[in-house]
């Protein structure tokens, strides 16, 4: 599994960070992602980033989050600017495509309007 953490409540136009620490290879090897799961929606995946670096993002969070990892530290990260009352989920992170059997349980944010 994939634990990631960082998250908590936040006022809307707030920031936060989110960690995911991840084995070497599992880093090396794959696409990663963060994903997140709103209360009634479907999972989603919001920002990823190739072992080269190159990003991608879902148009909802372009421009607010930043996805960046850290090779030495096998850790991956999103920054989250401006959050807005929607980016209210549970936030994973897995590689892309997402693999069953790393999914952790997630670091729930909360942002406040």
């Known amino acids: 599994q994939l634990q990631a953490c960082g998250g908590g409540l936040v006022q809307a136009g707030g920031s936060l960070r989110l960690s995911c620490a991840a084995s070497g290879s599992i880093l090396r090897l794959n696409v990663m992602g963060w994903y997140r799961q709103a209360p009634g929606k479907q999972r989603e995946l919001v920002a990823s980033i190739t072992s080269g670096g190159s990003t991608n993002y879902a148009e909802a969070v372009k421009g607010r989050f930043t996805i960046t990892r850290d090779n030495a530290k096998n850790t991956v990260y999103l920054q989250m600017n401006r959050l807005k009352p929607e980016d209210t989920a549970v936030y994973y992170c897995?590689?892309?495509?997402?693999?069953?059997?790393?999914w952790g349980q997630g670091t729930e944010v909360t942002v406040s309007s």
């Open positions: 897995n590689r892309v495509p997402a693999y069953s059997g790393f």
